[in-house]
């Protein structure tokens, strides 16, 4: 699976963000969090649960740090969408480390879920390439950070190399009458909607004005007939390039790699003039852990070489560890474009629209609009 494959923000989200505009009405604010004791290889015995998507809990990620921490009794718990792990946070669940991305960072931070991270107890934190390190929305000040960023990756277009010719290099392409009844757009309404936006020509697609808004839903809404379907899963919009009659989509490079060289389907992957979209996940610290050394101790592990370059290699991720690079080829340096880590800052890194409801009732008008 990909990173794309989770944000998809639904009814809870959506209430869960005007609850936090009626907090911020009233001055409510988290409490400040006791900074963890002791160094990072002060590691406390006992259990620690990882809250995770499973790619990333399987024996080849966690046997090394049971191995260098065998007083840590670590279970795995798993998810497959955010909103679901947050959901099930609010209503008791306990763990100690969640697998985050940066777009959900601010609501959690709002929502009191999150300890701040002590960038002095992760060792490999120098190492992190620097725009990883910089992120506004992972700040906590002085010295602490909401999340670290371990992976990242880029969602620009999937196109048949066999029908599109030459390569597509616009967000225009998913709007192209040339390719009518081959076009796949995305369900989901913070993608659609942004990558719309790039199309018309706004630099800021996350920040939408109302007037901005409704020129977006008139060109999805005139994009209809044009379109073979919309997909929720990349696995949906797999096989309608292996089928042959999706010809371009939004995509990732993960995927367009797979499609080829597992399916042999003539699948490319580029990222559009106007900017790709771009994930940032990571691993945060949650709220009340009782092993606050062991957690930084875990988190700093997922930055360790040695599983940065299974995420390069296996999972064709950007990472944040610049250290990865000794141990990769020139050409799966290459692939991910770690030969240019800091391309990533030139995409558009996923952030949650303040006035998100608008952005669904948009998407609402847009599905109940006739082609």
């Known amino acids: 699976m990909t990173r794309s494959d989770i944000p998809r923000y639904g009814v809870w989200l959506l209430a869960a963000m005007l609850l936090l505009g009626m907090l911020a009405g009233c001055g409510g604010a988290p409490a400040a969090s006791s900074e963890p004791e002791g160094a ?19 024996d080849d990620f966690l046997q090394p740090f049971r191995e260098k921490y065998p007083q840590v009794e670590l279970q795995v718990a798993v998810f497959g969408e955010l909103d679901e792990a947050i959901a099930k ?26 300890e701040p991270i002590d960038t002095a107890k992760i060792p490999y934190w120098n190492d ?49 009458p040339a390719y009518a009844g081959h076009i796949v757009m995305q369900d989901y309404a913070r993608n659609a909607i942004a990558v719309t936006a790039l199309a018309l020509g706004y630099e800021d697609p996350f920040n939408l004005t109302e007037e901005q808004l409704q020129a977006v839903k008139e060109k999805l809404i ?45 699948v490319a992957y580029v990222s559009p003039k106007e900017g790709a979209l771009s994930w940032v996940c990571g691993y945060a610290i949650l709220k009340g852990t009782t092993h606050p050394n062991a957690a930084h101790a875990l988190v700093n592990h997922y ?5 940065q370059k299974i995420e390069v290699v296996d999972f064709e991720y950007i990472v944040a560890n610049a250290k990865v690079l000794d141990l990769l080829s020139e050409e ?11 391309a990533i800052a030139a995409a558009h890194v996923e952030v949650l629209p303040t006035n998100y409801d608008r952005w669904l009732q948009i998407w609402e ?7």
Request: proline share 9%; charged share 25%; net charge negative.
């Open 365 to 371: 008008e847009v599905q109940a609009a006739s082609p």
């Open 89 to 114: 946070l609010r209503g008791g669940f306990r763990a100690d480390v969640i697998n985050v991305c940066v777009d959900y960072i601010p609501l959690m931070v709002e929502l009191d879920l999150l």
């Open 128 to 176: 992190v390439f620097p725009f990883f390190r910089e992120m506004p929305d992972i700040q906590a000040g002085e010295g602490k950070v909401w999340m670290v960023p371990v992976d990242a990756g880029l969602e620009g277009l999937m196109y048949r190399t066999d029908q599109i010719d030459p390569p597509p290099d616009s967000w225009n392409a998913l709007f192209d």
């Open 303 to 307: 930055l360790e070489p040695e599983l």
């Open 40 to 58: 990072p290889d002060e590691v406390e015995a006992g259990p620690l649960v990882v809250y995770s998507y499973e790619e990333t809990v399987t």
């Open 332 to 342: 799966e340096i290459a692939a991910v474009g770690l030969d240019n880590p800091e």
């Open 222 to 266: 005139a994009q209809k007939p044009l379109l073979l379907n919309y997909f929720e899963s990349d696995a949906e919009v797999d096989e309608m390039f292996r089928s042959g009659d999706a010809w371009v989509s939004l995509g990732w490079t993960s995927n367009a790699k797979w499609l080829r060289e597992d399916d042999g389907v003539p």
